[in-house]
């Protein structure tokens, strides 16, 4: 079946901007997660997203950065005013649900760079 | 706050050579661990996962690994490599149960199987 799949999958921006990700979980996944993965600091976790319940914001490292989740599907991360250290993969994972036993299943990914 | 420490950053082998990644986990109550693979240009994949049970878990490509408790650990080891399995490793950890839902991952282990 159709795995996660994210869009652009790349996206070079000028330092200032704003810029929209998207992700398209697989369907039927409930749960939606967002990490970033960049040089020297590895994946780190930005926000989660589980059925209709309030976001989890915890990981957003500055409130440049805000997620949304329409209809429990697609969910788009934006940056804005986009600062080079923001340059990273972003990720976005997907899974049942399932409270610590739910497998996670990652997209592609969108490369960011910020000039 | 769970840590999760890959010792390796970059092994380098010949093919046929026997390979074995260490993961060591910090949290004090019961995980889920998971290791993932990300080959060169791909996204990340999952490679095996540990729930409960045997604790020597089996994985797609002749990968295995084994949870040892006491030491904390959930090292992943494979008899013979070959060059299809240069890529980047990650190793990955969530409490399980409850509500939790962030996985923690290592910095990850580059792998380079030379011909």
């Known amino acids: 079946g159709a795995g996660v799949s994210q869009s652009p999958s790349n996206k070079v921006t000028e330092k200032g901007k704003d810029v929209e990700l998207r992700c398209d979980p697989i369907?039927?996944?409930?749960?939606l997660y967002w990490y970033r993965q960049s040089l020297g600091q590895g994946l780190e976790f930005l926000i989660y997203?589980?059925?209709?319940?309030?976001?989890?914001k915890s990981g957003l490292p500055s409130d440049r950065f805000s997620a949304e989740r329409t209809g429990g599907s697609v969910s788009t991360l934006t940056i804005q005013r986009t600062q080079q250290e923001d340059s990273a993969v972003y990720l976005c994972?997907?899974?049942?649900?399932?409270?610590?036993?739910?497998?996670?299943?990652f997209g592609p990914g969108t490369r960011l760079l910020v000039l | 706050a769970q840590s999760v420490s890959q010792h390796n950053h970059h092994v380098i082998l010949s093919e046929a050579a026997s390979l074995e990644l260490g993961c060591n986990y910090s949290?004090?109550?019961?995980?889920?661990l998971f290791w993932y693979v990300q080959y060169p240009g791909q996204h990340l994949q999952l490679l095996l996962k540990?729930?409960?049970?045997?604790?020597l878990v089996k994985g797609i490509k002749g990968f295995e690994a084994e949870f040892i408790k006491s030491k904390f650990s959930f090292n992943l080891r494979k008899p013979s490599v070959q060059w299809s399995d240069t890529a980047e490793y990650f190793c990955?950890?969530?409490?399980?149960?409850?509500?939790?839902?962030?996985?923690?991952f290592g910095k990850g282990t580059l792998l380079t199987v030379n011909p």
């Open positions: 949290y004090g109550g019961t995980v889920n």
């Open positions: 369907s039927g996944h409930t749960a």
């Open positions: 540990y729930f409960s049970g045997d604790p």
């Open positions: 997203f589980q059925g209709n319940s309030a976001p989890d």
């Open positions: 994972a997907s899974s049942t649900g399932l409270a610590g036993g739910g497998t996670q299943y």
């Open positions: 990955a950890v969530i409490p399980s149960g409850g509500s939790n839902y962030k996985l923690t």
